[in-house]
RNA sequence: GCGGAUGUGGCGGAAUUGGCAGACGCGCCAGAUUUAGGUUCUGGUGGGAGACCGUGGGGGUUCAAGUCCCUUCAUCCGCACCA
């Protein structure tokens, strides 16, 4: 019979849908494991090929776990919010919410026709006011612990989006959805105090099984660094204070830098002699954006402040002030203190300006190079610490300037606080109410959600405010806490608000009084492995983090962690190896491939395509591959014997396959698993048949894989119920060993030959068997042995001379 | 500049972590089946006529190196004046 892979497709997935198959168990006395990959934005675009990669791994890993007596959580949604459906509905005058809805229902069709085992009564949708009651209730909380706050500040702005843009958004100075440049544009902001967690989020990293490259650009975008504060007096009244990771080298400051944006400038204007040429300036740098600024300006400029000096408080020299725009407002206090001959940044400005420069770590040439090594040298020209190791002289100064009052141990962040509003519509309204008399007032709790309103027109205004903002009778509104006509916040929140915490949301998605139900929670956090892209490991999984330590703080959760375990699946890049993209024409159509190969094969094809965790290229002929695999899988239903067809070496190679391939789940190697499935259905071809029970184990090895073909074929051999109601083969450990084995045999580690003895041959006795050989006996002549390595089932290595 | 990775046949990629390099698949070659093409099946396939040579290049450690050490080159990704 031949395999028609699209009959057999849609009749599993109706029968998984009409049986509920893939439900989740509300037993809790099983083991649970709850696997997770991160929900899609449903574009208009439809699935990317990319997207299967993750599914069909979690897909294979939750089917594994099922089979294995798991009660598993494999749920889907959609993180529905967001720009390009408003930007949609904008240009097509359509609702976002219907734009959502189709393009929701259009992703939905294409998971299903791939079979992936995801249960669909815990779907949730972001923008569903059911769910973002909960987003607006945690703001609400955050709001509550003085994490939420309004602010001033500088913001990025996009000039196509017409709104503010977070830090981790702003790519290369452009926007990074859009293109658009990105300028400074000073807003008032809600903000979300991410940094007050920034040590726990680097701490905690420790607890939990993520791939280190997550770690690592997560530390290293948290960005620590332990120093001190340092205050310098100066001609002015005020102290200025600096943040130095170098302490060490006070002696060594001949100079300080301060922002331009430093307050200070306004506040010393009357002491200052040259404010004309320090306006000039500030103008200039205000006029880069943050992107010119590094980008651009590499060569050091910058403007002396005449009038006041600084003294440094070591020595009471008293040093110039000047203010460059390589220091910047936004990181430590917004002034440093300049030791050119310990420090690249400073030394080049101290070339540029002529500055002195003064070596007080030993080992380096400092009037050509500023001398960084802090592992070697001892302190020099640096009075009380002179002889003294770096290191050693850090804590000694410390201690010092601690003493003293003049300054204390500091650790900084790079880290910045979450830039939390948006000036769009289709996001979640941020549930606060300004009142002239009470200032911000959160919406009482009972009245979440607080919903978006009807409107017609979803464009920004040009004063960059909310479409919000436009529509008077939502905006007007009365105090919650006075009573007084007060006006609503008409910013929303961003994209990445309603997938801080969707992961919670599953567990109980129709739970009305809370989040989800504390039981509920209490048995399925952490989430036991989540896999998604790593271009989201500074934004929503940092941020994720964040709200889920904010959560556990407040009692919500039981864990400090939201997901025990994180990888990352690489790119599906087009088949010339750049990266799809519609430019480039070498997009590749889920849709196409699974008409044209069946989803089984789409599916295999992703795991087998390389290295899980690497980006690899898509390629027409290597899924063909794929495809002959499964037609020779299916032409086993006629090569079915009853009874005990077992040959001794198939029988050992089925065990070792299952090892194999339920090791390599475990490990994300999904290409060696099917390997070694491809290798096994090679023995069984050379054995021309195959048992019951042999076939039994063979299509359920695959069945997370290829669930349809898989489901088929037990059905067709008169197998009981389904396959996925039948249990993981075992293995023997014993039968995974062969009596005999191959070794190769070596002079002076060349291969010369090579030998099948029994597995448990002893050394002697392989060594005389050797000896003998007519391959080795010549090359034996005449030499000495100076000795002989045997590594048992590997090789025999003769070493002569 | 800093941080992270990667480099293995014609191609995608394996290699139990120091022990037979190239599993598995694609492609290619030959044979069988077929009227033919396609499909399918069987066998072969790193280079070299060979001794041998082969995991980006050079050096080293070792009986033995894709794997460890030093050095160098190339590509990709992230961050980027963070004091």
């Known amino acids: 019979m031949e395999y028609n892979f699209s009959s057999i497709e849609k009749k599993w997935q109706k029968k998984w849908d009409d049986n509920q198959t893939f439900k989740t168990s509300d037993d809790y006395s099983k083991p649970k494991f709850y696997a997770l990959v991160e929900f899609p934005y449903p574009s208009g675009q439809g699935l990317h090929v990319g997207h299967p990669r993750s599914y069909t791994a979690l897909d294979i890993v939750s089917r594994k776990k099922r089979l294995q007596g798991y009660n598993v959580l494999y749920p889907m949604g959609w993180d529905a919010f967001g720009l390009p459906t408003e930007n949609f509905a904008i240009k097509n005058k359509i609702h976002p919410k219907i734009v959502t809805e189709n393009n929701v229902a259009r992703f939905k069709e294409q998971l299903k026709s791939l079979g992936f085992s995801f249960d669909w009564s ?162 200039e740098a205000n006029k880069k954006s943050d992107f010119e600024r590094t980008e651009l300006a590499k060569d050091k400029t910058g403007v002396c402040i005449k009038g006041v000096k600084a003294i440094n408080p070591v020595n009471g020299k008293e040093i110039p002030i000047y203010i460059s725009d390589y220091v910047l407002m936004s990181y430590g206090t917004g002034a440093i203190m300049a030791v050119p001959a310990h420090d690249t940044r400073d030394f080049d400005f101290a ?133 007084a006509p007060a006006k609503r916040e008409t910013d929303t929140m961003p994209q990445w608000a309603g997938s801080s915490w969707y992961f919670l949301r599953y567990i109980d998605p129709t739970n009305k009084d809370a989040i989800a139900s504390k039981e509920a929670i209490n048995y399925w956090t952490p989430v036991d492995w989540y896999n998604g892209g790593m271009e989201h490991t500074t934004l929503h999984l940092l941020y994720s983090r964040f709200w889920h330590k904010f959560l556990y703080d407040i009692g919500v959760v039981p864990t400090k962690e939201p997901y025990a375990k994180r990888t990352s699946h690489g790119m599906i890049l087009g088949e010339n190896g750049e990266k799809m993209s519609k430019s480039r024409g070498n997009v590749v159509n889920p849709d196409d491939i699974v008409n044209e190969y069946g989803a089984d094969t789409m599916r295999l094809y992703e795991m087998f395509i390389g290295d899980f965790e690497k980006s690899a290229p898509w390629s027409q002929q290597g899924i063909k591959g794929c495809s002959r695999f499964l037609e020779r899988i299916w032409a086993l239903n006629d090569a079915l014997v009853e009874g005990e067809s077992y040959s001794e070496k198939l029988e050992k190679a089925f065990h070792k396959t299952i090892k ?56 067709m ?26 070794i190769a045999i070596q002079i002076n580690g060349k291969i010369k030959d090579k030998l099948v003895v029994a597995a448990d041959i002893s050394q002697a006795d392989c060594e005389a068997v050797v000896k003998e050989l007519d391959s080795v006996k010549p090359l034996l002549d005449g030499k000495q042995i100076v000795k002989v390595i045997y590594v048992p089932k590997k090789l025999i290595n003769i070493v002569v001379k």
């Open 122 to 283: 815990k779907e949730i949708n972001t923008t569903d006011p059911e769910y973002f009651k909960w987003t607006q209730w945690i703001f609400l909380k955050l709001f509550e612990k003085d994490l939420a706050y309004k602010k001033e500040m500088a913001v990025n702005w996009c000039t196509s989006c017409k709104c503010v843009l977070a830090n981790e958004e702003v790519v290369n100075g452009v926007c990074e959805r859009c293109g658009s440049e990105v300028v400074r544009k000073v807003k008032s902001q809600w903000m979300l105090k991410i940094t007050e967690y920034a040590e726990r989020l680097i701490n905690d990293l420790d607890d939990v099984d993520y791939i280190e490259r997550v770690k690592i650009q997560q530390k290293n975008w948290i960005g620590k660094s332990t120093g001190a504060e340092v205050d310098f007096t100066t001609t002015a009244e005020d102290k200025l204070t600096v943040f130095t990771t170098r302490p060490d080298t006070l002696f060594g400051a001949t100079y300080m830098v301060m922002s331009p944006e430093h307050p200070y400038l306004e506040k010393w204007a009357d002491k200052i002699e040259n404010n004309d040429e320090i306006k000039a300036y500030q103008v």
């Open 351 to 483: 070339k540029a300006f002529d500055l002195p420069i003064i070596e007080v770590v030993a080992g380096g040439d400092v009037q050509n190079e500023a001398f960084t090594d802090v592992a070697t040298g001892k302190l020099v020209n640096s009075g009380f610490l002179d002889g003294l190791e770096v290191a050693e002289a850090k804590k000694a100064i410390i201690e010092w300037l601690t003493k003293e009052g003049l300054g204390k141990e500091k650790v900084n962040y790079k880290l910045r606080d979450w830039v939390f509003s948006r000036q769009r519509y289709w996001g979640e309204p941020i549930p606060i109410v300004h009142c002239e008399h009470c200032g911000y007032v959160p919406v009482d709790e009972k009245e979440l959600p607080l919903k978006l309103p009807d409107i017609d027109s979803y464009e920004p205004t040009e004063n960059g405010e909310s479409p919000l903002a436009n529509i008077d009778e939502w905006v007007n509104t009365t105090c919650p806490k006075c009573g």
């Open 660 to 715: 194999k391939v339920t090791e390599d789940i475990e490990q994300l190697k999904f290409n060696t698993a099917i390997a070694a499935i491809m290798a096994l259905l090679n023995d069984i071809y050379k054995a021309g048949k195959i048992n019951k029970a042999e076939f039994k184990t063979l299509i359920v090895l695959l069945n997370p894989f290829a669930p349809h073909i898989t489901e088929e074929m037990w059905e």
């Open 717 to 742: 051999a008169g197998f009981e119920g389904m396959l996925n109601q039948t249990e993981w083969p075992s293995y023997d450990e014993a039968k995974t060993v062969d009596n005999e084995v191959e």
